[in-house]
């Protein structure tokens, strides 16, 4: 079965830049969600979205970040301008309802120089 | 603040012996507890869960135990493998309806399994 799949799996690009990270649920899952890890902060939830809608997007750090999902099968999440304190590993992860455990991507280590 | 906490950032067990894992958190209104376990450059993978309504959940080698008066959890390996040498992080949840939901996670403990 294929799980979360993220991409790309490594980023590097300069401040100022856009970014776009994608991530494809697994079929059938109607629940998305966006972390980041830091070592400072840990794992903290973005953005999630139910049924393609965002539900609650009170994690995103300010307006630079914006998440979208256009179908079931698909979320990108856009830093744009990118700073070098958006540096991370950010995760994708789905579940088939709200309340059931989430299957996580392998992530995408972003680096802004 | 940190509402969930794993105050060990590292644990070493010998193969074979019990790994037990600890965790405490602030908010009462969690209602659901999980344990994930990640391996360097992969994903958290899920590897048990607790309502608040149990004390104790049961999974092959694994258990978690909730104690909600003290607003603690635990998780036990046993016996412990050198397979399950990885990043473990406590998580909880609080469902509090129309739509929200949040996953709280810990900063996580690294365990190694000496063989």
């Known amino acids: 079965d294929a799980g979360v799949i993220q991409s790309p799996r490594h980023e590097v690009t300069e401040m100022g830049q856009e970014v776009t990270l994608r991530c494809k649920p697994i079929s059938g899952h109607n629940s998305l969600f966006w972390y980041r890890q830091t070592m400072m902060r840990g794992l903290e939830l973005l953005i999630y979205f139910n049924n393609n809608v965002p539900i609650d997007d009170s994690g995103m750090p300010e307006d630079r970040f914006s998440a979208k999902m256009p179908n079931a099968s698909f979320s990108t999440l856009k830093i744009q301008p990118s700073e070098p304190r958006d540096s991370a590993v950010y995760f994708c992860a789905s579940s088939w309802g709200e309340d059931q455990p989430q299957h996580f991507g392998d992530g995408t280590r972003l680096s802004i120089l | ?115």
């Open chain 2, 1 to 115: 603040d940190q509402q969930v906490k794993q105050n060990s950032p590292s644990l070493s067990v010998q193969e074979g012996r019990i790994s037990i894992l600890n965790c405490d958190y602030t908010n009462s209104m969690f209602d659901y507890f999980l344990w994930y376990k990640k391996y360097p450059a992969e994903g958290p993978t899920f590897l048990i869960s607790i309502s608040s309504i149990k004390d104790k959940n049961e999974d092959g080698r694994f258990t978690v135990f909730l104690n909600k008066s003290a607003k603690h959890l635990s998780l036990h390996i046993v016996p412990s493998q050198p397979g399950d040498s990885a990043v473990y992080f406590c998580a909880a949840t609080r469902y509090s309806g129309a739509g929200s939901y949040q996953l709280t996670f810990g900063k996580g403990t690294k365990l190694s399994v000496i063989p």
